[in-house]
């Protein structure tokens, strides 16, 4: 047996195998990179457009929500491999319906609607211009509010505001004022310049409607009631009016018959007349028309362009050295508060101060003259002697109680420091000095009323009677009553009032373009009130 030699064995040498092109291999792999980073710059894409969408208020809290869902989605996700179609498309599919999401799309629209308004808001106001978007001014208030509206309904529509001060520095190129010459109490001579007053109105309402000044006014008014029901409400609204209005025309039409009226009375009296039958006309003609609220509305829409147009006009005519200054506030107006109304401008002229005067003086007139008849209705002599010498030393609003209704007690009268009269401390049917002396001058300055009143109780007075046969006046403490004891030709009379008729000879009224004012002759400053108020033109009545 042979030896086994294994070299004798024929071995077949291995196949030769090609090795793998490496250029191949990483253009694969850069292929593969390419198309994952692909899809994760998509993705990203996707995801900053989610992010990116605005919101405010309680719609960025819905939306953080739902962003929140999407990434706990998008986390549960196999997508190792990002460059797999099936990858992209899991995620896309996500996207899409977030996107879909009827939440996600009412913040969506909302928010660009909001910033886009805000952009054209502030490019016109860097032209100057005012921009009205009452849309934008619905979003501040439901963004600045605590409940989320997925349907919140807003208009995005906005226009440039009229520009008024331009407006009259047109009517002042189109017409020319009449100047005349008018010299003041104090001898000082001005110069006054206004246009005719039909014209001007006419000229104003042609400038006016040639800007967005009628949309301003329609979409102001149409605003202003959007809460209510405008039906119920113009019902309601047409009620009143009929009511207050027939009570008006029937007290206009007693003044006017009354032949105690004055010239200014009846004058008053026809103007509230006319006033009256057009306010039951209008009340009429809402209740009358099916469709009450577009009535209601479209009357009041006329009456804001009419009280715009008069406002225009009569801030050309008396205004005339201000005119720069009130176009500034009436854009500052239509800026801050949407309203078409010129607010007051305090004027250069001479007249503005003398008006400004003359109410001071009415106000004061007024204010003594609720002060007394406040005081007249209290039937506490004690509490009515404190509050008089409050009046006296000059006090108003320090009498009266803390809602304004009435007077303070009498303990909080004499914390101010008013104190008592020894004349309340005098026996029943005392002789008052003082007050014989005050009712003396009070029949001189109000003959007519006193000796009318006297008449009354003792009949015909002697011929030569005057201030002098009135001998005294006492004043009883328990029943609030008056004596006056009169010397009428050797006869002597004891004469009794109350305090509501010795109150009312002590008044003197004077009136003015049908204005009635009383003044309480036992007023410190009654005697300057009367001069100040005969300066002013009243008539004593």
């Not at 829409?301 to 009436?330: C, F, M, R, T």
Request: proline share 3%; no cysteine.
């Amino acid at each position: 047996m042979g030896i086994y030699n294994p070299y004798n064995e024929v071995v077949q040498p291995a196949k030769f195998v090609a090795p793998m092109d490496l250029n191949l291999l990483l253009k694969g792999t850069q292929y593969k990179q390419q198309k994952s980073d692909q899809h994760l710059a998509e993705i990203q894409n996707s995801i900053n457009n989610v992010l990116a969408i605005p919101a405010y208020g309680k719609d960025k809290e819905v939306l953080n929500k739902k962003i929140q869902e999407l990434q706990q989605a998008m986390g549960s996700l196999d997508i190792t491999d990002l460059e797999s179609p099936n990858s992209k498309q899991q995620v896309n599919s996500l996207i899409n319906q977030f996107s879909q999401d009827k939440d996600v799309q009412a913040v969506a629209q909302r928010g660009h609607s909001y910033e886009n308004m805000l952009g054209e808001k502030q490019e016109a106001e860097k032209k100057g211009n005012r921009y009205i978007n009452y849309g934008l001014d619905d979003l501040n208030e439901y963004y600045s509010g605590d409940n989320y509206i997925r349907d919140y309904k807003f208009s995005n529509n906005g226009y440039l505001g009229a520009d008024v001060g331009k407006i009259m520095e047109n009517i002042k190129k189109t017409m020319t004022p009449t100047k005349t010459t008018k010299t003041l109490p104090n001898g000082e001579v001005i110069t006054e310049e206004k246009y005719d007053t039909d014209a001007l109105l006419e000229n104003t309402k042609l400038q006016l409607q040639n800007s967005n000044w009628e949309r301003e006014i329609k979409d102001r008014t149409q605003r202003k009631y959007k809460n209510e029901n405008i039906d119920d409400y113009a019902l309601q609204h047409a009620s009143e009016l009929e009511s207050i209005a027939s009570q008006n025309l029937s007290n206009a039409y007693f003044i006017y018959g009354d032949p105690s009226s004055t010239k200014e009375q009846r004058e008053k009296a026809v103007a509230d007349i006319y006033k009256s039958q057009k306010d039951l006309a209008t009340a009429n003609s809402i209740k009358n028309n099916p469709y009450h609220g577009q009535a209601f509305l479209l009357g009041e829409i006329d009456n804001e362009k009419n009280k715009s147009i008069n406002q225009v006009a009569e801030a050309l005519n008396y205004h005339q050295e201000s005119l720069p200054k009130l176009g500034e506030a009436y854009k500052m107006a239509e800026e801050h508060k949407h309203d078409f109304a010129i607010k007051a401008v305090e004027h250069k002229y001479r007249m503005g101060e003398i008006k400004a005067r003359e109410d001071a003086a009415i106000n004061k007139i007024q204010e003594l003259q609720r002060l007394k008849s406040l005081a007249g209705n209290i039937s506490d002599p004690l509490s009515r002697k404190l509050i008089e010498m409050g009046i006296k030393k000059g006090l108003t609003s320090e009498l009266l109680n803390e809602e304004g209704t009435g007077f303070k007690t009498n303990a909080e009268l004499v914390a101010l420091g008013l104190e008592p009269d020894e004349q309340e401390n005098k026996p029943k049917g005392e002789i008052v000095r003082q007050s014989t002396e005050s009712f003396r001058e009070i029949y001189n300055t109000n003959k007519d009323i006193v000796e009318k009143a006297i008449k009354d109780k003792a009949g015909a007075l002697g011929f030569n009677f005057d201030a002098d046969d009135i001998e005294e006046l006492t004043w009883d403490k328990e029943t609030n009553r008056y004596t006056v004891k009169v010397d009428d030709a050797g006869t002597t009379q004891d004469i009794s009032f109350t305090q509501d008729e010795i109150d009312n000879m002590s008044t003197v009224k004077y009136s003015k373009n049908g204005e009635v004012i009383s003044i309480p002759l036992t007023d410190p400053d009654a005697k300057a009130a009367i001069e100040e108020a005969e300066k002013l033109g009243y008539k004593k009545q």
